[in-house]
Structure formats: C-alpha cells, structure tokens
C-alpha cells in the first residue's frame, strides 16, 4: 500500500471521526464550559439543527520522496438547506494550488445552487445550468443514489447508521482547552488523539449499515472491504493525529482542525503532513445568493474544457466518484 493510499484512507476516517462526532445525538443541556469534562462537552456536541450557514475550509497537504508535492486547498461559501427531497442553496468558491508529483496545481471555480437552476465557474467564467436541464439533473442523481442501493433516497442515512457512536471511539486524551471565539461566538475548545484502530472500527461499523456502505463508496473510491486489513499498517504509519473540535453553548460545533502525518515504515524518509480546518459562521442566519454575471450555456463549458458530456454521465451512474473521475479523465491533458 502507498503511502497516498495510507494518507487517502486515513483522511477519510479523520474526516468522518470529526463529522460523526459533531453529528451525534443531543439533548437540552447546553454548551460546555472552560472548566468541564472535555468528555461530557463532546456527548452532546452536534450539527444538529444547522439549516443555514457559512463555511470556510482549508487543506494543506505537503510531502517529501520520490512523490513529493505541497498542495493548498481553500473551499467556502453561503448555504441553506432545502425542503425535503430537494437540493440546497449555496454559493460556493474554491480554489487549489501547488505542485504534485512534479505537475503544478492552479485551479479556480465555483458552484452556485439556486431553488429552480445552478451555476458552474471555472477560471472566471461561469456556465449556467438551465431550469430544464437542473431538473433532470436532480432526477438522475435520485435515480442513481437508489440504484446504489439506498432505496430511500435518504441522504441521512450515515448519520442515521452512527446514532450511538461517540467521540471516544475516535479520540483518546482528551483535554478542555477553555473558552475561544469563534467569529464573534463563544466555545469551549476540546483537543485530543485520534485513535487509529478506534476510527478504523467505527467505520467498519458504519459500512456495515446496507444504506451507508452505498453512500461512502458512492463519494469514491474507498476500499471499504480492505479497512480491516489497513487497520495494523495505518496505525504504523500514522506518527501525528491531533483533532479540536470548538462547541458553542448550544451544542453546535462552530470549528474543526486536524493535523496528522504519516510515514510508511518501508519508506523512512518519506512522509505526508496533512492540516486541515472548518469552520463554520452565521449559523441559522439569513443567507444570500446570487447568479454570476455573464453565464454562458452550460453547452460552452463542454467546448471550452473539452469535456465529453456521454462520457460525464456514463460516469456518474457509477456514483458521485464516477462523475469525478469521468470529469477528470475527459479533460484535456488528463492522464489515466
């Protein structure tokens, strides 16, 4: 196994450590405090109830070897969740830059959600995707998280599937770490370790549940069937995992940053540190959005990418990661 495999592996679990430990259950006893049980903060810290917002995240990943690369990732934007069955409202940026295995990385776009249409940007320009087409759009994505196994449609169903799992499982040594503020709201910072063998076991958990498993290899390409066989390598390779969650004092988790660096025992020299940080402001605030400027049709963005439009959508019915990859794979000067 790579060492990008091991980092690829890990980052997920790292992420759904954080996610699942913030999306637990919650109850009516408020925020913690500087000088409670950084356990009892994180029983009842949660996501829940979070219908509108705006997030920042931030991705550092550098390494050293034969694969060296350092690459910085910033994504963000206004959203609001929609009725039931459909798609929210966001208003989101991001951007990428660095160098990987040799190549540079320079990469700006965007993805603008609206009630009845959306757009695509990409280095400036943005692409509409028109109310007829945004509708079957929907529909085929609804088709294709059902044909994946998630019969009902449910995009709840890995916070449905962790219901009971606590933060334990992910986290050893633990401290409370005070107050801190968070964009102008009040937190109880908690720190702690990742617990390598406990994140791989809470995952297996999850893809145990019929419609989770179908969700999480519909995001990519995990080997969930190889986790248990990682388990032993990962907890080799990993050298540095460090985890803070903030909690406000209503139980929302307004922050989340992680460190961790791994190096394979086969490969002493070669290592991979990954930072990454969420944080999330204007919680159940009124947001705004708006349609970008001079959008063309969403047929000029397949000229002018030199993406193949059948080749897009033969890949999206293998899921969300298809799509990705077939979006990658068509692009001028892609490399399989």
Do not use: W
């Amino acid at each position: 196994m790579t060492r990008f495999r091991i980092l690829a592996l890990f980052a997920v679990l790292t992420a759904i450590a954080a996610v699942f430990a913030a999306c637990g259950g919650s109850d009516d006893s408020g925020g913690g405090s500087s000088g409670e049980d950084p356990q009892k903060v994180l029983e009842n810290a949660s996501l829940e109830g979070v219908k509108s917002g705006d997030f920042d995240l931030s991705l550092h990943v550098t390494s050293t070897g034969k694969e060296g690369g350092d690459v910085e990732v910033e994504l963000g934007g206004p959203f609001e969740a929609g009725a039931k069955g459909e798609f929210p409202q966001a208003e989101i940026s991001a951007e990428a830059n660095g160098s990987a295995n040799g190549e540079k990385l320079d990469f700006e776009g965007g993805l603008t959600l609206l009630t009845d249409r959306a757009f695509i940007e990409n280095e400036g320009q943005a692409y509409e995707i028109d109310p007829t087409s945004y509708s079957a759009l929907k529909s085929f994505i609804e088709r294709s998280q059902q044909q994946e196994g998630d019969k009902s449609g449910d995009i709840t169903a890995c916070q449905k599937a962790a219901e009971g799992i606590k933060f334990s499982q992910f986290a050893e040594e633990l401290t409370n770490e005070g107050d801190v503020d968070v964009d102008g709201t009040p937190t109880t910072k908690v720190a702690g370790n990742l617990d390598v063998s406990g994140s791989v076991d809470a995952l297996i958990q999850l893809s145990e549940d019929p419609a989770c498993s179908s969700q999480l290899e519909a995001a990519g390409p995990l080997p969930l069937n190889e986790l248990e066989e990682a388990k032993g390598e990962l907890s080799k390779a990993v050298k540095n995992a460090h985890v803070e969650l903030f909690v406000g004092d209503d139980d929302i988790v307004r922050k989340m940053a992680v460190e961790l660096a791994v190096q394979p025992p086969e490969a002493a020299n070669e290592t991979v540190e990954l930072e990454m940080e969420l944080t999330l402001s204007g919680v159940n605030e009124e947001q705004s959005f708006s349609e970008p400027s001079n959008a063309k049709p969403l047929e000029k963005f397949f000229k002018d990418t030199g993406i193949e439009p059948l080749s897009v959508l033969e890949s999206a019915e293998e899921g969300l990661g298809g799509l990705l990859e077939g979006l990658g794979s068509s692009s001028p000067g892609a490399s399989g």
